[in-house]
């Protein structure tokens, strides 16, 4: 049993989901026009400047907090360490170029939750993967949003 787990962990997390993962991000750097370093100045004037003067409950820079402490984590301070400790410098580099292209990759996530996002009768916000998948591809794909649901659940009990 354990060396089925294995071998579906060497592939999950191999070389195929490497490529789709910076592939999906190259894509979407492209089909974006370059968005991470073309519009790095507007992004950083509206973090800093921005007023909250729409209908959400936070401003700019409260979102890019709340965003960048669910982005990086503890697993991710560890991981660079170890990464250049086992690979070398050259983890490094590969880290960041998979974080360039990451950037068009969030940016995408943070776009469709943000524009299928919901409110509630007490004027509460909830949004995500699980809303833009059922609401963004269709009715038909509500088993696959409940199911991202229900990983997303064990993960944060199982504590990974």
């Not at 979102?63 to 070398?88: E, H, P, Q, R």
Request: charged share 10%.
């Amino acid at each position: 049993m354990l060396n089925i787990l294995n071998e579906v962990d060497s592939f999950v997390w191999g070389p195929p989901l490497l490529i789709l993962l910076v592939g999906t991000g190259i894509w979407l750097t492209f089909k974006l026009r370059l968005l991470q370093v073309l519009n790095l100045g507007t992004a950083l004037k509206l973090i800093f400047s921005a007023e909250n003067d729409g209908h959400g409950n936070i401003n700019s820079f409260k979102a890019l907090c709340i965003a960048l402490a669910v982005t990086v984590g503890m697993g991710n301070i560890v991981g660079v360490a170890t990464a250049i400790k086992a690979s070398g410098p050259w983890a490094l580099f590969w880290m960041w170029l998979a974080a360039f292209f990451g950037m068009a990759t969030k940016y995408g996530e943070c776009l469709l939750a943000v524009k299928y996002r919901t409110v509630d009768a007490n004027g509460n916000i909830s949004g995500g993967p699980m809303y833009y998948i059922e609401k963004g591809l269709g009715e038909k794909y509500k088993p696959l949003a409940i199911l991202f649901a229900v990983f997303g659940v064990m993960c944060a009990y199982f504590g990974i």
